[in-house]
């Protein structure tokens, strides 16, 4: 049985979190079978306007001890603003800073950079145990290993389950996925996908090329924006991970069905930050086949979308299957929802696939493969 709401807590008040948190009101009167620009209205008896944010945590300046509902429109943030009026939610606290922040995002104009406030961090464990989080949400920027490592292990102190949504590897490393087990908690992750997004293109396109007998001689996808998360991947030590989860999701087709990648074959990932383009995000891509005789097909598609509204449909529904998971006692890393929503998952899967377990999920049906998960 679903209980009344689900209790989310937030690391990182950026572009992402802005357009979840306007789209938790932009829905909230929803109550048809279907909600237009959300996959599923109902979840295991869950519906979008049953998610409430209880904490959030930052380090910038102009976030940090502001309402929620004012600080998502604070800068740099730069997503739309679909929903002007949203609730004030909880204050956002001071976070524990570690490498969430590099020296380049400081020297930035404060347009586009980070300004760390000078406060003392809150006690984070304490603060999610108080406001009695269900899940903690982490959206921090990438390269950020020793921060989210430090939140990963705050939220098993405290027994609130995981939503890992950036790639630093926690749900997809065992060592972690083992830490959460033994604390009875669920997590999905790493480093999420969009709802239309360059991933699922390429997954789509790379599985029509095997479906159809075809052989993938090259496959490019040139990622370009100009929000905060673009101008951070500008600093090439950061960006090593989110290059591999990236390939990661084309890689994983070819894994599936045990054909090699030919070499110098494959690229994707953040190619540059173009301030101008804000949080519209264009992905350029290049599939090279082989057909039938060895006929050359080629695939040229641009894809032109809002990048943090695009992520924030993919969440709304993690943080639901997340619920329903802990409900269930479902713990460790969630196999079919990590597949369906994150780049780097524990186990990649075909898109069918991981749709299919959703769904059984989503109806409280316990798969075979679940089954062995519950504690
Ligand atoms: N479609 C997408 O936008 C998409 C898709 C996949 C993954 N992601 C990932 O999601 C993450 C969030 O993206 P975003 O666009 O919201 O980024 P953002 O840069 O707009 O927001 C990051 C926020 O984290 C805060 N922060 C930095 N260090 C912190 C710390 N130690 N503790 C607490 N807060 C801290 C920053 O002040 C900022 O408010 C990024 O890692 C991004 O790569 C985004």
């Known amino acids: 049985m679903a209980t009344k709401s689900i209790r989310v807590a937030v690391i990182g008040v950026g572009n992402c979190f802005s357009s979840l948190y306007q789209g938790f009101e932009y829905y909230r009167k929803h109550s048809g079978e279907n909600i237009p620009g959300v996959m599923y209205a109902d979840i295991g008896g869950y519906r979008t306007s049953d998610i409430e944010v209880v904490a959030a945590f930052d380090v910038d300046m102009r976030k940090v001890g ?46 586009f950079g980070f300004r760390v406030a000078k406060q003392k961090p809150v006690d984070v464990v304490q603060v999610l145990k108080d406001s009695k989080a269900d899940i903690l949400l982490n959206y921090l920027p990438v390269g950020s290993q020793e921060a989210t490592e430090f939140y990963a292990q705050c939220a098993i102190d405290a027994k609130v389950a995981f939503l890992n949504c950036i790639p630093v590897f926690i749900a997809s490393n065992t060592a972690w996925e083992q830490k959460f087990i033994d604390a009875g908690l669920p997590l999905i992750g790493d480093d999420m996908r969009s709802q239309i997004g360059a991933s699922v293109v390429s997954q789509v396109l790379q599985e029509l090329a095997f479906d159809r007998g075809a052989t ?31 390939e990661n999701v084309i890689r994983a087709q070819n894994d599936i069905r045990g054909i090699p990648v030919p070499k110098h074959s494959l690229f994707a990932g953040p190619s540059t930050f173009l301030p101008y383009l804000q949080d519209n995000k264009v992905a ?34 993690a943080i639901r299957y997340l619920k329903v998971a802990r409900e269930l006692g479902v713990v460790g890393s969630l196999r079919g929802p990590s597949a369906w929503t994150q780049k780097t998952p524990p186990e990649q899967m075909m898109y069918a ?23």
Do not use: W
Request: glycine residues 8%; charged residues 25%.
């Open 353 to 375: 696939d991981a749709k299919a377990e959703c769904e059984a999920l989503a109806h409280r049906k316990l798969t075979a493969s679940v089954q062995k998960q519950v504690k």
């Open 284 to 317: 350029y891509f290049n599939i090279r086949l082989k057909g039938f005789g060895g006929a050359p097909i080629t695939i040229d598609l641009k894809l032109s979308v809002q990048d943090s509204e695009n992520s924030a449909g993919v969440v709304i529904d």
């Open 216 to 246: 993938v001689e090259f496959h490019q996808q040139l990622n370009i924006g100009g929000n905060t998360d673009f101008n951070n991947m500008m600093v090439q030590s950061r960006l090593e991970s989110k290059k591999k989860s990236k």
């Open 66 to 111: 502001k309402p929620v509902g004012e600080a998502i429109f604070a800068k740099p943030n730069c997503a739309r603003t679909f929903q002007k009026k949203v609730p004030d939610g909880p204050v956002v606290l001071m976070g524990n800073p570690l490498d969430g922040v590099s020296e380049y995002m400081q020297e930035q104009p404060e347009e």
